[in-house]
């Protein structure tokens, strides 16, 4: 009898862009994930956070000027923070990855097919791209102390080694993503992705990337609270059913 033989399967990425008060980056963002040569077909879903500044003309706009580019375009009526963002783009992914791209310059979109390399390849089912906070000019004391602090308990807490929790850069099927059943609003959605990760049985795959850090003065969001978030919803997600 002639053996079936079956078709690979047909990936495509969904780059999936929370947006709040980005008006002097969006646009240079943007066009830099445009630029990059990806190895698969992609989707950008882009949600405006209820931006202030103007940032929310400006996503109308690009909608407008992409139309043939598989742009899509959501708005929260208020804010409600990253997670809900990340959420909302979730919902609407058509592609079978997905991956997070902050609308500022702290990350570099040329390096997303470095991240989907694992995943492509089978080596992996979710990759982490993560900072190693070299040759920097706007980190502070407590900006770093914070990043080494939420993977340490991390680790203790789901007895894994991971480098860094917080990145931005979370690749991984959008089919996983949704049984996550994420719930956060704000930052704290980077703990809840990775605690449920791990309770889930997912090992992580790291891929160094660059990072360039804003300074508060140009846009930088995260603070201190944040991190006690961080590390409270790490337990919380440890020990709750």
């Given at each position: 009898?002639?053996?079936?033989?079956?078709?690979?399967?047909?990936?495509?990425?969904?780059?999936?862009?929370?947006?709040?008060?980005?008006?002097?980056?969006?646009?240079?963002?943007?066009?830099?994930?445009?630029?990059?040569?990806?190895?698969?077909?992609?989707?950008?879903?882009?949600?405006?956070?209820?931006?202030?500044?103007?940032?929310?003309?400006?996503?109308?706009?690009?909608?407008?000027?992409?139309?043939?580019?598989?742009?899509?375009?959501?708005?929260?009526?208020?804010?409600?923070?990253?997670?809900?963002?990340?959420?909302?783009?979730?919902?609407?992914?058509?592609?079978?990855?997905?991956?997070?791209?902050?609308?500022?310059?702290?990350?570099?979109?040329?390096?997303?097919?470095?991240?989907?390399?694992p995943i492509?390849?089978?080596?992996?089912?979710?990759?982490?791209?993560?900072?190693?906070?070299?040759?920097?000019?706007?980190?502070?004391?407590?900006?770093?102390?914070?990043?080494?602090?939420?993977?340490?308990?991390?680790?203790?807490?789901?007895?894994?080694?991971?480098?860094?929790?917080?990145?931005?850069?979370?690749?991984?099927?959008v089919d996983?993503?949704?049984?996550?059943?994420?719930?956060?609003?704000?930052?704290?959605?980077?703990?809840?992705?990775?605690?449920?990760?791990?309770?889930?049985?997912?090992?992580?795959?790291?891929?160094?990337?660059?990072?360039?850090?804003?300074?508060?003065?140009?846009?930088?969001?995260?603070?201190?609270?944040?991190?006690?978030?961080?590390?409270?919803?790490?337990?919380?997600?440890?020990?709750?059913?």
């Open positions: 009898m002639q053996q079936e033989i079956q078709e690979p399967r047909q990936h495509k990425l969904s780059i999936v862009m929370p947006v709040y008060n980005e008006a002097s980056t969006l646009d240079r963002v943007f066009d830099a994930v445009q630029r990059v040569r990806m190895p698969i077909a992609r989707e950008i879903i882009l949600v405006d956070d209820g931006s202030r500044g103007g940032s929310a003309a400006i996503i109308d706009e690009l909608a407008v000027a992409h139309a043939g580019d598989a742009v899509s375009v959501f708005h929260h009526v208020r804010n409600q923070g990253k997670g809900a963002a990340v959420r909302t783009a979730l919902a609407h992914a058509s592609g079978t990855i997905m991956v997070i791209q902050d609308a500022d310059l702290e990350y570099n979109p040329e390096e997303i097919p470095d991240l989907i390399a492509l390849s089978d080596r992996a089912r979710v990759v982490f791209g993560t900072r190693a906070f070299r040759s920097h000019t706007a980190f502070s004391f407590w900006f770093v102390v914070g990043n080494k602090l939420v993977p340490l308990t991390t680790n203790i807490l789901f007895n894994s080694y991971l480098s860094d929790v917080e990145t931005c850069y979370k690749v991984m099927p996983t993503a949704r049984t996550l059943h994420l719930q956060s609003r704000g930052f704290e959605i980077e703990v809840e992705i990775t605690a449920k990760l791990l309770r889930s049985g997912y090992q992580i795959y790291e891929v160094p990337i660059e990072y360039a850090a804003r300074t508060r003065s140009e846009g930088k969001k995260l603070q201190v609270k944040d991190g006690f978030k961080a590390i409270r919803g790490l337990v919380r997600y440890r020990f709750l059913p």
